[in-house]
Nanobody, 123 residues
Framework: QVQPVESGGGLVQAGGSLRLSCASSLRTFSRYYIGWFRQAPGKEREFVAAINWSGSSIFYADSVKGRFTISRDNAKSTVWLQMNSLKPEDTAVYYC????????????????WGQGTQVTVSS
């Protein structure tokens, strides 16, 4: 399927770690910016991190810098989001998205979206 598929969410205690995966069968996956967004209940979907096709350009939201790491393996058509030192405010549904463009932090520029995976961080 073309739409990205997320996995790896779950329940974790504050200070713990999770690794999210995003897999896609996009034929030209390696050409796409891949981004992670999250949406908490009652809030707008917000940018978390993005990585370009080669991994040479990476962007993070200020709220996750130093705690989250995005990486990709084009041979496996997979992007990962390693989340460390998790906080209760990281609780949200996390979405993976693909963009054939150059606006990695702009939600509206992403053409393909996954269904999301729930991350819950308990205090």
């Amino acid at each position: 399927q073309v739409q990205p598929v997320e996995s790896g969410g779950g329940l974790v205690q504050a200070g713990g770690s999770l690794r999210l995966s995003c897999a896609s069968s996009l034929r030209t996956f390696s050409r796409y910016y891949i981004g992670w967004f999250r949406q908490a209940p009652g809030k707008e979907r917000e940018f978390v991190a993005a990585i370009n096709w080669s991994g040479s350009s990476i962007f993070y939201a200020d709220s996750v810098k130093g705690r989250f790491t995005i990486s990709r393996d084009n041979a496996k058509s997979t992007v990962w989001l390693q989340m460390n030192s998790l906080k209760p405010e990281d609780t949200a549904v996390y979405y993976c998205a693909a963009q054939y463009g150059s606006s990695p932090t702009t939600k509206s520029e992403y053409q393909y979206w996954g269904q999301g995976t729930q991350v819950t961080v308990s205090s």
